[in-house]
């Protein structure tokens, strides 16, 4: 089982970016999917999440610029950045959770998830 993360890069503040995060080996429908960030030095920590249901939760920091969205026949789960900030600029991780939780908050812990992608880099300069 992989998740394979891409779509990070050197943009300017107040550009966009759309994430890709493709699952392979099995098919994750019944997951929850979700993004986490790491900036340097700084703890790992929640950006957004969609659901086994399909219910989407953000970050405070993040809502209203960026958008989580699935696409079950590719087994692909995509987070659309709007508006980018230079506080933004962090290592970007995909992560699925089997975990079927009514709430959102249940999955805003990194230990909640099963598997994780490698990181996806990105950088806003101001």
């Known amino acids: 089982v992989q998740l394979q993360a891409s779509g990070g890069g050197l943009v300017q503040a107040g550009s966009s970016l759309r994430l890709s995060c493709a699952a392979s080996?099995?098919?994750?429908?019944?997951?929850?999917k979700a993004w986490f960030r790491q900036a340097p030095g700084k703890e790992r920590e929640f950006v957004a999440v969609i659901t086994w249901s399909g219910s989407t939760y953000y970050a405070d920091s993040v809502k209203g610029r960026f958008t989580i969205s699935r696409d079950n026949g590719k087994n692909t789960v995509y987070l659309q950045m709007n508006s980018l900030k230079p506080e933004d600029t962090a290592d970007y991780y995909c992560a699925a959770s089997s975990r079927q939780y009514y709430g959102g908050t249940y999955y805003y812990t990194p230990s909640v998830y099963d598997y994780w992608g490698q990181g996806t880099l990105v950088t806003v300069s101001s």
């Open positions: 080996g099995r098919a994750f429908i019944n997951y929850a």
